[in-house]
């Protein structure tokens, strides 16, 4: 019992010429502690809807002095995020190379125009996205959705009305987003920037007629129960870090790095503040930290989430692990 008392009482070392960064480990340890008080278990609980591209379309508006044009363009992709039935964000993206007129179709000189770097410059940017943020009730099947609207490029904050509904795993909605396309660097034929244009004039105003069908993803669904039985099974076994799953893996990987780093910033802080000494230990923790945070910047962990049990006992191994050591 001495024996793990001076051991744990040797982990909290270190006097002030140990590290020059030592106003930022104490800010670091409180992002990290407030980052851990929100994070929750990475165990499926969203569902997800994958858009059909085939049932799902975008049919678009301008006029100028001449009259009006109407067509369509198709999405590419997509992924909804739905809970409790009802939408809460998503992603959907649109082939700009698609854009088509409703009287003459794909091949004529007005697409080819809408297609330069005069209109939608597609060559350069062949897909133009929407990042829903926000949806709000307003009534029934009702809602305005909030999100950012990508086209060349150039991104700004949209909102428009929409009626949605889901049933049987299918959901279906219709918006109707009017947008001033000069915002999104198409001024052709402006009257903003061009002066005695007459009948040559375009409006500035571009209406789009959403139609969305999505599926639910059943895959995801599937893999959410496994992720979630899997979990449960190496809580009660102690085998938490190797799974069938390669994504569960990578989860258990970011876990892991997110306490080997939260572990390193807190031992290193109680290190300085009881001011004691021990430098292999304190070049073994700040290698280990360094480490952690070079490889918790890696594209691959974007978006993952703690998994609040496998925390606690990885936070144990690894305390462990360094207790040992000593």
């Excluded at 502690?33 to 165990?43: I, K, Y």
């Amino acid at each position: 019992m001495n024996n793990k008392l001076s051991i744990t009482h040797l982990i909290l070392i270190i006097a002030s010429f140990f590290f020059g960064c030592s106003g930022s480990v104490e800010e670091e340890y409180k992002d990290n502690a407030l980052a851990n008080s929100v994070a929750r278990e990475h165990t499926g609980n969203e569902k997800y809807a994958i858009i059909d591209a085939k049932e799902s379309v975008v049919t678009w508006k301008g006029s100028s002095a001449m009259g009006a044009h109407t067509g369509f363009v198709s999405i590419s992709k997509g992924k909804l995020m739905i809970e409790k039935s009802q939408l809460v964000s998503g992603t959907v993206e649109v082939d700009m190379n698609t854009i088509q007129d409703e009287i003459h179709g794909s091949d004529n000189n007005l697409i080819k125009h809408l297609k330069d770097p005069d209109f939608f410059d597609v060559k350069k940017f062949p897909i133009s996205t929407i990042v829903i943020t926000e949806v709000a009730s307003i009534n029934g099947e009702n809602k305005k959705v909030t999100g950012n609207l990508t086209i060349k490029g150039i991104t700004h904050a949209v909102s428009f009305p929409a009626t949605m509904e889901i049933k049987d795993g299918i959901f279906k909605a219709n918006g109707r987003l009017v947008i001033d396309r000069t915002k999104w660097d198409v001024r052709y034929n402006s009257g903003k920037f061009y002066d005695n244009l007459a009948d040559k004039t375009i409006s500035d105003s571009i209406e789009f007629i959403m139609k969305i069908v999505a599926k639910q993803d059943k895959d995801s669904l599937t893999q959410a129960s496994l992720l979630k039985t899997e979990i449960s099974k190496e809580r009660e076994t102690g085998e938490i870090y190797q799974s069938i799953s390669s994504h569960h893996n990578i989860v258990h990987q970011f876990t892991y790095l997110a306490a080997m780093r939260d572990f390193c910033n807190k031992t290193l802080l109680e290190m300085r503040a009881n001011g004691e000494v021990n430098k292999k230990l304190s070049k073994e923790l700040k290698r280990e930290l360094l480490n952690a945070k070079a490889a918790l910047t890696s594209s691959k962990f974007n978006g993952l989430k703690i998994e609040l049990g496998l925390y606690e006992i990885f936070m144990k191994q690894i305390n462990d692990r360094f207790t040992n050591r000593c």
